[in-house]
């Protein structure tokens, strides 16, 4: 899956289903923390992730560069990155810098104390001059934090456009939970997406314990029918259904097992390529209107 092409009309589709034929996602719970670190392609956000601290709640690595070489989507990448609007209403409450944007070439979120009266979120880009960390405590030397990041990541791709790696104590459960409008926040998530002529997401998704201090398959259920719903929602926006994807959400496969949730999201090369040449027809004609 890298950002040139491999002859492969499928490339992301094929890396799944080389990733998932011998064992689905779902068929495991997230790794306990004694297994041994599973070895992954480096990805743009490595580097980074030696310059900040060990400890955050949830961490957000985009490869810029990527996504924005990208063939079929790379200049609605390169708009969005720029739109105010996405710019300065994360749900992590922080504004990131346009210019910085456009020059970098991967930029990494990583959010601390989550929930309480000093969370904090550092926004480092790739090339921000070093950030002291003292030796040994970086968050690229925690192999709890790493083995939990690898898990979602196919064995065999090459790249990713997206990592999501998230750890959550009882603030953050609580915080997340409000905001997003959910019962109970997950208490952790490993989540893998990229892009070529098509796109894919894997998501490992822990309910952890919602109540009463036993985990059950209910448990996941519950948090499966929430994802679900939260699919549902988006295939139902106009803006999706104009671009042609709602099919493609509706069909997310979304598995729990106990307390861990799978989610297999794809978007086939017809479908990406018609909904990308659909959606800059729509901003045309937005940016042309008086």
């Known amino acids: 899956m890298t950002r040139e092409k491999t002859g492969n009309r499928f490339p992301v589709l094929w890396v799944l289903f080389c990733a998932c034929s011998g064992s689905s996602p ?42 924005r070489d990208n063939e079929v989507i790379g200049d609605l990448a390169a708009r969005a990155f720029a739109d105010p609007r996405l710019l300065m209403s994360t749900e992590l409450g922080v504004a990131l810098d346009p210019e910085a ?37 970086a968050l690229l030397d925690d192999e709890a934090f790493l083995r939990l990041r690898a898990s979602a990541m196919p064995a065999k791709a090459e790249g990713a456009s997206l990592r999501i790696t998230a750890r959550l104590g009882f603030d953050a459960r609580v915080a997340l939970a409000s905001q997003l409008g959910l019962d109970a926040a997950p208490a952790s998530v490993s989540a893998w997406g990229d892009v070529a002529d098509d796109l894919a997401v894997v998501a490992l998704i822990d309910a952890g314990d919602v109540g009463g201090g036993s985990v059950s398959d209910e448990v996941g259920k519950a948090m499966a029918e929430a994802i679900r719903g939260a699919f549902d929602d988006l295939a139902a926006l106009p803006a999706v259904r104009a671009v042609g994807l709602a099919p493609a959400i ?41």
């Open 26 to 67: 779902g068929a495991k719970a997230l790794p306990p923390v004694d297994e041994l670190l599973p070895v992954r392609a480096i990805t743009s956000g490595d580097a980074v992730l030696s310059r900040l601290p060990e400890g955050a709640e949830i961490v957000i690595e985009l490869d810029l560069a990527r996504l």
């Open 250 to 290: 509706e069909a997310f496969e979304v598995k729990p097992q106990a307390a861990v949730v799978s989610v297999i999201a794809l978007i086939g090369p017809s479908r990406l390529d018609r909904a990308a040449s659909r959606a800059r027809s729509f901003l045309s004609l937005m940016e042309s209107a008086p």
């Open 101 to 137: 944007l456009a020059r970098a070439g991967a930029v990494v979120l990583a959010s601390y104390r989550v929930g309480t009266a000093e969370a904090i979120t550092h926004v480092i880009y790739d090339d921000d001059a070093p950030v002291e960390v003292t030796p040994g405590h």
